[in-house]
Nanobody
Framework: QVQLVESGGGLVQAGGFLRLSCAAF????????MGWFRQAPGKEREFVAA????????NYASSVKGRFTISRDNAKNTLYLQMNSLKPEDTAVYYC????????????????WGQGTQVTVSS
């Protein structure tokens, strides 16, 4: 099973940007659909973005569409999330996840998860 390690979180002012990375170990990275989810205090974990394993098809939550960009580098076994125009409501722990389903945004389809990285956006 693939192991996932996120990095790149931090504290940023509203309107700023961050780039999250997720390094994958122990699996065939290119065979997984990869996704980003987030969980704010007191809220359920929610879908942010996903990218398919082969053609690079992408799907975004409506709340981040146009501001966030998901990408992957299969040669480096790494997933990215470029987050621009950040808002205080983007504050959450961000998780990357891997799924054997070719393309999905459903929480239950993702079987491998990272430990999360904190993103805090100040107003």
């Amino acid at each position: 099973q693939v192991q996932l390690v996120e990095s790149g979180g931090g504290l940023v002012q509203a309107g700023g940007f961050l780039r999250l990375s997720c390094a994958a170990f122990g699996g065939t990275f290119s065979s997984y659909c990869m996704g980003w989810f987030r969980q704010a205090p007191g809220k359920e974990r929610e879908f942010v973005a996903a990218i398919s394993r082969s053609l690079g098809n992408k799907n975004y939550a409506s709340s981040v569409k146009g501001r966030f960009t998901i990408s992957r580098d299969n040669a480096k076994n790494t997933l990215y999330l470029q987050m621009n125009s950040l808002k205080p409501e983007d504050t959450a722990v961000y998780y990357c996840a891997a799924s054997m389903v070719p393309m999905t945004s459903k929480f239950q389809d993702f079987g491998s998860w990272g430990q999360g990285t904190q993103v805090t956006v100040s107003s």
